[in-house]
């Protein structure tokens, strides 16, 4: 079976009555590669449980890019982020390290309500 084929059985079967396609609530035992997607509307990811990694690089989007709610058992990064807005990250909770350098903003730069219980390093 091809891709493309695999493609036109999705949209058969699993499309909503909003017209939308739903392959929610997937579960495999082994890695799953989901890269290169090309969508003309939106693209929901959410509730995604891992035992492994999970990789989200190289996105291109053309509207809004929401991450929230993400529980992390080992380390975040985040990294080489080109926004032609504005980057809003609030309501971190980090039991490690907080590192943040390299940053080039035209615009403001806000960072306040920081609470810390080891060292500031500028």
């Known amino acids: 079976m091809t891709k493309q084929e695999l493609v036109?059985?999705?949209?058969?079967?699993?499309?909503n009555e909003n017209g939308d396609?739903?392959?929610?609530?997937?579960?495999?035992?082994?890695?799953?590669?989901?890269?290169?997607?090309?969508?003309?509307?939106?693209?929901?990811?959410?509730?995604?449980?891992?035992?492994?990694?999970?990789?989200?690089?190289?996105?291109?989007?053309?509207?809004?890019?929401?991450q929230g709610g993400q529980k992390v058992g080992g380390d975040l990064l985040q990294s080489s982020q080109s926004v032609n807005g504005d980057l809003f990250q609030s309501h971190q909770e980090v039991e490690g390290?907080?590192?943040?350098?390299?940053?080039?903003?035209?615009?403001?730069?806000?960072?306040r309500y920081q609470e810390v219980e080891g060292k500031i390093y500028n």
């Open 21 to 66: 396609i739903d392959i929610s609530d997937l579960q495999f035992k082994t890695n799953v590669l989901i890269s290169g997607m090309k969508v003309e509307g939106a693209l929901y990811q959410s509730n995604q449980e891992t035992k492994g990694n999970l990789y989200q690089h190289d996105q291109n989007v053309m509207g809004y890019l929401f």
């Open 97 to 111: 390290d907080l590192s943040q350098g390299n940053q080039e903003v035209e615009g403001n730069l806000f960072q």
């Open 8 to 15: 036109k059985i999705i949209e058969d079967n699993f499309t």
